[in-house]
């Protein structure tokens, strides 16, 4: 199957500061990727979806301001974490889809990054 | 995209089949049934997905009942790394949205 990739894997840091992820597909393109989150014991929840070119679609709750989605390229999305707070850690997991739009398109998903903000 | 309902906890022996059952009763014409997993710590894995027909890969066989209102995930030969929580997801295919997860089964395969 396809691959993503996710860095860094992990981060800690100090609550205040702004932390940057990137999420990669690394043998395909992806106009559409997908950020999720994940907190301990609880299933994944979308936050937003990213489209190449574009500005991404945030979902109901999420801050568009503290989180700052880029995707400048067909293989590349970026999610910064403005002005983290202890709250703001969780698993973060971002997903791309190969194909998009036709009938044999699949999501396939980044390893995560475990962000502790202190 | 349909809601699924799975068992939230299930065991295995290790060596045996382990079938995974999920409930979709309101799934579309339209709408595949997808199949991921999550192991610890990791981002969720693709195993499988399938329209009506039942479905046969390295990692496990899906079978869709005929009213398509429910399925069966088989990993035909369990292992301790197949421990991890099973999300049966509904979507219709083409349609580039995100994947909805539930709650998923937390398959346990024991020594």
């Known amino acids: 199957g396809a691959v993503v990739s996710q860095h860094p894997s992990w981060v800690i840091c100090k609550s205040g500061t702004s932390v940057k992820i990137e999420c990669r597909s690394l043998d395909f393109q992806a106009t559409t990727m997908f950020w999720y989150r994940q907190f301990p014991k609880q299933s994944l929840m979308l936050m937003a979806t990213s489209n190449e070119g574009s500005k991404a679609t945030y979902e109901q709750g999420v801050e568009k301001d503290k989180f700052l989605i880029n995707h400048a390229s067909l293989t590349l999305s970026t999610l910064t974490v403005t002005s983290a707070h202890p709250e703001d850690s969780s698993f973060y997991i971002c997903?791309?889809?190969?194909?998009?739009?036709?009938?044999?398109?699949?999501?396939?998903f980044g390893p995560g990054t475990r962000l502790t903000v202190l | 995209d349909a809601k699924t309902t799975q068992p939230t906890s299930m065991d295995c022996a290790e060596g045996r089949a382990a079938n995974l059952p999920c409930n979709h009763s309101?799934?579309?014409?339209?709408?595949?049934v997808y199949w991921y997993r999550q192991i610890h710590s990791q981002g969720p894995q693709y195993i499988i997905h399938?329209?009506?027909n039942n479905e046969t890969n390295e990692m496990a066989s899906l079978i869709i009942t005929e009213d398509r209102k429910s399925s069966t995930l088989i990993l035909p030969h369990a292992t301790l790394r197949d421990t991890a929580v099973y999300y049966c997801?509904?979507?219709?295919?083409?349609?580039?949205?995100?994947?909805?997860f539930g709650s998923g089964t937390q398959l346990t395969v024991l020594p």
């Open positions: 309101t799934i579309s014409g339209n709408e595949y």
């Open positions: 997903s791309a889809t190969q194909n998009p739009g036709h009938s044999t398109d699949t999501q396939y």
């Open positions: 399938g329209l009506k």
């Open positions: 997801i509904v979507r219709v295919q083409g349609s580039a949205r995100q994947l909805t």
